[in-house]
């Protein structure tokens, strides 16, 4: 593809490589970005020349005394999503039910897969990396999945990711959006391994230099090479440190009895419990406890059916409020467009946020044969 192409692609020694290209924007997906994606990743599928695939992001161009930094993906063009909710542009619904359908592509996709998570990735490039079968994770990983922040939700599959952590850990990372550090991130099992960044392009070199016969072999190869430069001493557990609190806390029947026993923490001198708190103080009241809900109930439903899930909540994000009354719009109006980072939450707070208001957003759209993601199957 040309240098100029969103989406780069290489096929090294049977290892399919593609390089999320939009490096100014920290790699933020839009919809021709995954369109692209899809039709690689669908041809790449039975094309016997591609053993398994790498996912990657490139790298920011350098700044005058500043390294080259590189980034996964940041998520997905939430301007986009902004000015064609104003607009009513009817590629916003595009953008969601195709994002979604190559998330699902990528978990059940039939030859092994890779995601090179360096620097942040987080929102869309989480559903990108966790459908991925070896997820590595490098130094300057800042993972996160920080939607209630602009009035959204963890979607791209996070109900299902997220809900299959120990503990109470999805409904925290949900909520809260903290970011990871690579320690974090390979403690409750969002990454696999760890290794140097700098070591992708040797391994790269060794496979042009003597390719993979199969599948089987390429993935020996990659995860060999991945052993062999892991990184140094790991910087110390944040998150997974406070396993017990987020159990405890976090356990909660609902939003607000989860800020109770947190409130109650803070005041007895948890700093932890203070910090949270003040972490969520940013975020919309309404969405956190939509979140709470979705993570709940993605427990205990199949991948397909989580997607769907998503997709309808998603519609509900811009549709039950329209236009500058969305929650989103308003969330990505404080944090983006006008930058002035007080947005206007309604409801303001999470003691006004009612369960009606929370189901709201899972009440059905369309009726299972005209859903946007009714072709979506799991494997047996």
Sequence with gaps: MPADSLILTDVVGGLGVITLHRPKALN???????????????????????????????????????????????????????????????????????????????????????????????????????????????????????????????????????????GHAGEYLGVVGPHLHVTDALALGLADMHAESACLASLLDGLRAGPARDADELMARVRGHVAQHPLGALPEATTTARFADIDRHFSGHTLQDIVASLEAARAAGDTWAAETLQHMAGHSPLMMGVTLEQIRRARSMPLAEVFRMERTMVRHCFQLRKGRDSETVEGVRALVVDKDHAPRWQPAAVAEVQPQMVEAFFEGVWPPHAHPLRDLHDPL
């Excluded at 998570?117 to 990108?128: A, E, N, R, S």
């Excluded at 079968?133 to 920080?146: F, G, Q, Y």
């Design 28 to 166: 933020a997906l839009t919809l021709e970005m995954v369109r692209e994606l899809t039709v690689v990743l669908r041809g790449w599928a039975t094309d016997p020349a591609v053993l398994g695939v790498l996912l990657r992001g490139s790298a920011r161009p350098p700044m005058e005394g500043k390294p080259v930094v590189t980034h996964f993906c940041a998520g997905g063009d939430i301007r986009f999503m902004h000015d064609a909710a104003l607009a009513g542009d009817p590629a916003i619904e595009d953008f969601f039910t195709e994002e979604y359908a190559l998330d699902h592509l990528i978990h059940v996709y039939p030859k092994p897969t890779v995601a090179w998570m360096d620097g942040i990735t987080m929102g869309g490039g989480m559903g990108l990396a966790q459908g991925c079968d070896l997820r590595v994770a490098t130094a300057s990983l800042r993972m996160a999945m920080p939607e209630t922040r602009i009035g959204l939700f963890p979607d791209v599959g996070g109900g299902y990711f997220l809900s299959r952590l120990a």
